[in-house]
């Protein structure tokens, strides 16, 4: 019903930049809830960056003051501009969608939870 389609990974030096994409398309009458997760090797899925459904921002601690996360409602786009990037923020970087309004026939309906495929960041020099 939905896609998520994450673009924008790649290999980047220390104190670099970078700016992922995530596109959903399917049968969407509106987005809701949508962000930004990361899994390193051998670690946990954590929350990176998240539009909450009221339409605000959430950001872990540790990229404060340096990812900023970004939409485009009219595209069902988010992004997530990455500056000062560190080693340690290699990862796979997955894209959320969280209960999306669909078409649904007479009515529209709330969907599911949707990840996309991942894009690799690795920080490095």
């Known amino acids: 019903q939905v896609q998520l389609v994450e673009s924008g990974g790649d290999l980047v030096q220390p104190g670099g930049s970078l700016r992922l994409s995530c596109a959903a398309s399917?049968?969407?009458?509106?987005?809701?809830?949508m962000g930004w997760y990361r899994q390193a090797p051998g670690k946990q899925r954590e929350l990176v960056a998240a539009?909450?459904?009221?339409?605000?921002?959430n950001y872990a601690d540790f990229v404060k003051g340096r990812f900023t996360i970004s939409r485009d409602n009219a595209k069902n786009t988010v992004y997530l501009q990455m500056n000062s990037l560190k080693p340690e923020d290699t990862a796979v970087y997955y894209c959320?969608?969280?209960?999306?309004?669909?078409?649904?026939?007479?009515?529209?309906?709330?969907?599911?939870?949707?990840w996309g495929q991942g894009t690799q960041v690795t920080v490095s020099s």
């Open positions: 539009f909450t459904s009221g339409g605000s921002t």
């Open positions: 399917g049968n969407i009458v509106r987005m809701n809830a």
């Open positions: 959320n969608a969280d209960r999306p309004l669909l078409y649904g026939g007479l009515f529209n309906v709330p969907g599911g939870i949707y």
